[in-house]
């Protein structure tokens, strides 16, 4: 203290703008003084031509020429060799956020430690007696806090050193032995200790379930790319197999183009050698029919029945007397042949593609996860469904942003589409469905006819109204019909009575890669009514059908 009362007031050698010890000092005409680079900067800043002291207000033009006061700058330097102290660093002062140091006067600087005895924050001066008295270097220090008013009591004003077990609360001693007498009470520092123990196996288990977690979060890495790999190998190959048979089809298809000329070339030339035999045997007639003629004309007996032995007879025919044309078959038979070998592989190819698809879909590296049980559960994997305008029959009327649909008297003007649906009410969603998705119907049924709920593969006939266009009735397709008391599922013609309570609302639930599809009569509850296991081999869309009965509805609903 004695030494910081006999060092010279550290104010009148501080700039004033940057309230430090003067740097290159320099000083103005009006005899105030700062570092040269303050007031450099504050006269930058100032409207041009009006140079003015930041204390007098005192103004210079044009703008002075500074030059560095050498006599103080000299002095300043002897006087920091003395023992005059910088200002403590700006960020040493306390700004938002900051715990201020309790014994600071005017500006306070950053605590750097809390007391939890004192219950007061100290800078890094004032802290100096707690880290060199004996008694003070007792006292338990912690990182700076705001909060240490909270720890005295508000009925005793004493520090709460107490923890009572019972209440779960911190208490002071006169606590303990007061109000919580007959409590479970133990030290404050017992019961974090305690805690600290309980914290420790925590976190213990916390990093396990960590490393656990990224191991498994490593082995879905490499599956990954294990996956990738396989997959785009598999792409390779199969685009080079493909490619192989294009390559054969082509070859073949260009064998029998040749074969077909080859032929054409033949019979080609046969034909014309005929008619040029055929050609030359005209001429010869002509010129004998040209010599008969002569003949003919002359009108001397003698020299006609002179000349007549001399006639040469005709020649036979090269040719029958009729040319016979076979029809052109042959060549129609090589075009029904290659449309046979054309449908053998299309079929071949339909049934390699559906048991390719049922190879691939079973590809799956994870075990399969449990399904959902509550609605908030089916909620999690809500699908918004659309409907499809250019599939919907022309007695089907679509609103509500094409989620509603509504059986109409009269037909619909809907244009030409060759995704529609000609004869039966029936109408599709935009949405593919891929993955686990869930969504709900809304059905009104006022007739005996019902409202059909379905999934089904996009490639379903459209045209007519055959079993291998309607909902239910092929294998492309699975449906629930909702009559007003009771449920029938569909598949393949065979019809299922199912049981479970009438609802307006169905949910259906779908789980593509593990061949889950379910039905559900929602109301306050989720009741199963069915659930089947199978293989789906392609996307999915979700589709109603409306029967018969003006004024049914079937409505997709908005669940998020």
């Given amino acids: 203290m004695a030494e910081q009362e006999n060092q010279p007031d550290r104010k009148r050698f501080c700039c004033t703008i940057c309230l430090d010890l003067l740097k290159d000092p320099v000083t103005t005409g009006c005899g105030h003084s700062y570092c040269m680079c303050c007031i ?45 102290q910088a200002a403590p660093a700006d960020h040493c002062y306390t700004g938002p956020g900051d715990v201020a140091c309790d014994i600071c006067t005017g500006r306070k600087l950053k605590a750097l430690k809390s007391c939890l ?17 004996a008694p003070l270097k007792k006292h338990k220090l912690v990182e700076p806090s705001e909060k240490l008013q909270e720890n005295i009591c508000s009925r005793h004003d004493e520090v709460m050193k107490m ?3 019972t209440d779960q609360q911190c208490i002071c001693y006169l606590c303990s032995v007061e109000e919580h007498k007959d409590h479970d009470t133990v030290s404050a520092a017992e019961e974090r200790t305690e805690r600290q123990r309980e914290l420790g196996l925590r ?29 785009d190998k598999a792409v390779v190959d199969s685009e080079k197999i493909f490619t192989e048979l294009i390559r054969l089809l082509e070859t073949r298809s260009s064998d029998v183009k040749q074969q077909i000329r080859s032929q054409q070339e033949t019979e080609v030339s046969r034909l014309r050698e005929l008619q040029e035999r055929l050609k030359q045997e005209i001429t010869a007639l002509k ?15 003698y020299q006609f029945l002179l000349n007549y032995p001399s006639l040469s007879p005709l020649s036979e025919s090269t040719h029958s007397s009729s040319i016979r044309i076979l029809p052109l078959k042959n060549f129609e038979d090589v075009t029904a042949a290659v449309s046979q070998i054309r449908g053998r592989l299309q079929d071949i190819l339909s049934k390699t593609e559906t048991e390719i698809f049922q190879i691939v879909s079973k590809v799956d590296v994870l075990l399969p996860q449990p399904g959902p049980e509550t609605r908030a559960d089916f909620l999690k994997y809500s699908q918004e469904i659309t409907l499809d305008p250019n599939t919907a029959n022309r007695y089907l009327l679509l609103s509500e942003g094409n989620r509603k649909v509504t059986h109409m008297s009269k037909k619909q003007s809907y244009s030409y589409h060759p995704d529609r649906f000609t004869c039966l009410p029936q109408v599709l969603s935009r949405e593919s469905l891929t993955g686990r998705c869930y969504w709900e119907v809304e059905v009104e049924v006022g007739g005996i006819a019902g409202v059909g709920v379905a999934v089904t593969y996009n490639n379903i006939s459209r045209s007519g109204n055959s079993n291998e266009c309607e909902f239910g009735c092929n294998d492309k397709s699975w449906s629930l019909s909702c009559y007003r008391t009771r449920y029938i599922f569909h598949y393949n013609r065979i019809m299922t009575p199912v049981s ?21 009569s929602v109301s306050d509850t989720m009741t199963l ?32």
């Fill in 40 to 84: 450099k900067t504050h006269w930058d800043n100032e409207v041009r031509g009006s140079y003015s002291c930041p204390q007098c207000r005192q103004t210079f033009k044009p703008r002075p020429v500074l030059v560095k006061n050498t006599m103080l700058a000299d002095s300043l330097e002897e006087l920091q060799k003395a023992g005059l």
């Fill in 500 to 520: 479970g309570p009438r609802s307006s609302r169905v949910g259906v639930y779908l789980d593509h890669s593990a061949g889950v599809l379910s039905f559900y």
């Fill in 287 to 301: 010129r004998k029919d040209h010599e008969l003629k002569q003949l003919s004309d002359t009108e001397d007996p």
């Fill in 529 to 560: 009514l069915h659930r089947l296991q199978t293989t789906f081999t392609q996307p999915l869309y979700a589709g109603v059908w409306v029967y018969c009965y003006p004024g049914d509805t079937a409505e997709f609903c908005k669940l998020k």
């Fill in 117 to 133: 005895v004192c219950l007061a924050s100290y800078c890094e001066k004032h802290l100096q007696r707690h880290l060199q008295s």
């Fill in 163 to 165: 923890f009572c077990r």
């Fill in 203 to 231: 976190r213990q288990t916390i990093q396990q379930r960590v490393q656990h977690t990224e191991k498994d979060v490593k082995l879905l890495q490499q599956k990954e790319e294990a996956v990738n790999v396989y997959a």
